[in-house]
């Protein structure tokens, strides 16, 4: 049962437009959500995160978006260059029962920016 | 280099078969975990071990097991391979079982391939 969704397998994006990645989830536990970027051959890594008390947090050229009433987030990246192509990963986690201390991730979102 | 360290990065054998993946927590970490992506699919968790404790399960078959030493490294073990294990493995490590503010950092993986 996924209980993080990446609907959209891939991204297209000319290099300086925004990209807007988008996540879902139905676990209501979840409480903290984050975003990983991975290129090939190397792990995830961080990019940015959201505590379900915000609706927003912004670091520079990210911004990660939370509607908590549609179970929604998407990560906005502007301008989009083409160092971002990679793979995007939405996890969530909570802190009760079996979301305590564990991410639950989606399947990844390939983002391609073009020159 | 994220800290975390896993050996190999590449292992090829046959079906039937047994190895063993090692995982090297970032200094400090006392979190383990282990995940598995596939072709198309997400990161889906194995397993989590914390101070050498087992602390949760996720999709793990019974054929794979792991385990997390004094040292805190951990091995994962898989047997009685099948073509259908082929993936990449994953292990990340995280600070305390608390606060997730920063989520996980993952190791660049060891890739399986089953022939």
């Known amino acids: 049962d996924q209980q993080v969704k990446q609907n959209s397998p891939s991204l297209s994006v000319q290099e300086g437009r925004i990209s807007i990645l988008n996540c879902d989830y139905t676990n209501s536990m979840f409480d903290y959500f984050l975003w990983y970027k991975k290129y090939p051959a190397e792990g995830p890594t961080f990019l940015i995160s959201i505590s379900s008390i915000k609706d927003k947090n912004e670091d520079g050229r990210f911004t990660v978006f939370l509607n908590k009433s549609a179970k929604h987030l998407s990560l906005h990246i502007v301008p989009s260059q083409p160092g971002d192509s990679a793979v995007y990963f939405c996890?969530?986690?909570?802190?009760?029962?079996?979301?305590?201390?564990?991410?639950?991730f989606g399947r990844g979102t390939q983002l391609t920016v073009w020159p | 280099d994220s800290g975390v360290t896993q050996t190999p990065k590449h292992l090829i054998t046959a079906t039937g078969q047994r190895v063993t993946l090692r995982c090297s927590p970032r200094?400090?970490?006392?979190?383990v975990y282990w995940y598995q992506q596939s072709l198309d699919q997400g990161l889906q968790f194995l397993i989590q071990?914390?101070?050498?404790?087992?602390?949760a399960k996720g999709n793990i078959l019974e054929r794979f097991s792991a385990q997390q030493f004094p040292d805190l490294h951990s091995e994962l073990n898989l047997s009685s391979l099948e073509l259908g294990d082929s993936a990449l493995y994953f292990c990340?490590?995280?600070?305390?079982?608390?606060?997730?503010?920063?989520?996980?950092?993952f190791g660049s993986g060891t890739r399986l391939t089953v022939v």
């Open positions: 071990y914390y101070n050498g404790e087992e602390r």
């Open positions: 990340a490590s995280r600070s305390n079982f608390g606060t997730f503010n920063y989520g996980y950092t």
């Open positions: 200094s400090g970490d006392l979190s």
């Open positions: 996890a969530a986690s909570g802190n009760r029962g079996s979301t305590l201390g564990r991410l639950y």
